[in-house]
């Protein structure tokens, strides 16, 4: 009897020993999602630019590298705050009440992180969160995310360590340092010592840069010093035949950009080190162009050089922690179960049409740089140009967790695609919808539809159409609304419109907190 006692002892002891270790070898991938601020995908260096020629991004370039890059990834709302929302809900502004900056997200709807939770997984945010500062981040275990906007040097940042997602419950943490180093550090201190390992994690670092004002680290300061930056083509565009949004908008690198942009006066909360190394690096410069007394086309070329050398500064400096964060998943081991996903919340002008910010349905603020490395799935060096969009990641995320994706979200995961094999239903045509108007920039509100080639836009507070045919000017500095050659085109665009407007459930009125109802005219 003690021995039969002893042998199911022994045995029980076996059945604990194989659950701790299955619940250890979770094989669900851990996902790692990095996002920055304003990425023009003109400056990654695996996008093929001549920007990015001149200003290499190695550690970018290394997820494209190892796994697939995306040439045609849309936003469908090309601004800050609003597409943060969009990843986190799968659902479009007019669906998840986020339509402009300043808004206030209801973090109390369906997001991604709730439903991995759910299922298991650990979440975190770190960074930039720019949803609203009235609650924490809810659906994560763990958050330390920038106050607002947040600085680009010694940020207070507000921390939950609850997971609960309550704002009586948040520390407010000041920090003092570069804020791109501090993300980075924050993040590889939750991986080596603020999660469980037993179980699969999604983490979300999130990058202030290369947002406006484009301030670089102390260690950068000098990059790019001796080097001119190649201009884009459409730097003098005059607008001729264009829509009058286009001629009105209040973001032109010419007479937009004011003293702090330029570094002709210094940022108010520097330490006196920092202080002084910026002034031994911005005051010689600015020295030598009050001198120089530029005028006219001479002038906006110099503002051009200032922005875009600060631009990539920073833009090297989140290049470094993507470097410092690969680093540790291959030296830790977690690289081989562990999707890395890069993108940004739109892309940004860097001198086209005269111009930097975002915004527009044009294609430098349209599209985002999108690259995702998944080992043993993705195949590396891949490219893929299928009409994807960030309003798919919530449903990917969802997908590589083998969580079930809502049926009332409007994405659809990439992972088929990601396993090389497009759906054969996949979208052809795509639906784009700014609000923010009047506000910052004086874009005016637009609405449209694309395919790839070809773009039908509504600037709807003006009753004005656009067509562009970006095959026969893909610099996008013509009409061809009333070209009778484009008729065909134009009437189906049209009607892809209307459907696409009629499946996402888009109304006549736009969403209360935008400045008006819309009219929606017909050409």
Known sequence: MIRFLGVIAALMVVCLISSAAARAADPRP?????????????????????????????????????????????VTNSLC????????????????????????????QQTFPKLLQAAGYQ???????????????????????????????NPPMLRDATGTGDIKQVEKIKHEGYTTEIIGDLTLKW??????????FMLMA???????????????LHLFDDVTIPEPPTLFDDYAGRPDAVKNQDMMIKKTMNAADLKLTAPGNLTPEQRATWDAAYNPKNEAFKKANLEGDDLIRWKYQRYMKDYLRCVRSVDDEIGRLLDYLDESGLAKNTVV?????????????????????????LRTPLMVRWPGVVKPGSENHDIVSSLDLAETFLDIAGVKVPDDMQGKSLVPILKGKTPEDWRKSFYYHYYEFPGAHSVHKHEGVVDGRYKLIHFYTDDQWELIDLKENPLETKNFIDDPAHADVKARLMSELD???????????????????????KK
């Not at 790692?32 to 001149?54: H, L, M, N």
């Not at 969009?86 to 209801?106: A, D, L």
């Not at 890069?342 to 044009?362: A, T, V």
Request: glycine share 12%; charged share 25%.
């Open 206 to 220: 999130q990058h202030k840069a290369p947002h406006r004002n484009w301030q670089p680290a102390p260690k950068y």
């Open 123 to 153: 979440t975190a945010v770190i960074g930039k969160w720019h949803l609203g500062e009235h609650q924490a981040p809810q659906g994560y275990n763990y958050s330390e995310v920038l106050v607002g906007q947040g600085p680009y040097y």
């Open 341 to 365: 996903i890069y993108c940004s919340d739109q892309g940004f002008y860097l001198g086209e049409h005269g111009w930097f910010d975002k915004r527009w349905i044009y294609e430098e603020s």
């Open 191 to 200: 991986l080596k010592e603020g999660r469980d390992p037993n179980k699969p």
């Open 499 to 521: 459907r696409l407007r009629d499946q996402l459930k888009v109304t006549d009125e736009d969403p209360e907190g935008t400045g008006g109802p819309k009219k929606n005219k």
């Open 81 to 108: 705050g609003p597409m943060r929302a969009v990843i986190q809900t799968g659902k479009y502004s007019h669906i998840n009440g986020f339509v402009r900056n300043g808004n206030k997200f209801n973090g109390d």
């Open 30 to 74: 851990n996902i790692i999602f990095i996002f920055s601020d304003d990425q023009a995908y003109q400056a990654i260096g695996a996008y093929g630019y001549p920007v990015g020629k001149i200003a290499p991004t190695p550690n970018f370039d290394r997820i494209a590298k190892d796994g697939m890059l995306f040439r045609e990834c849309y």
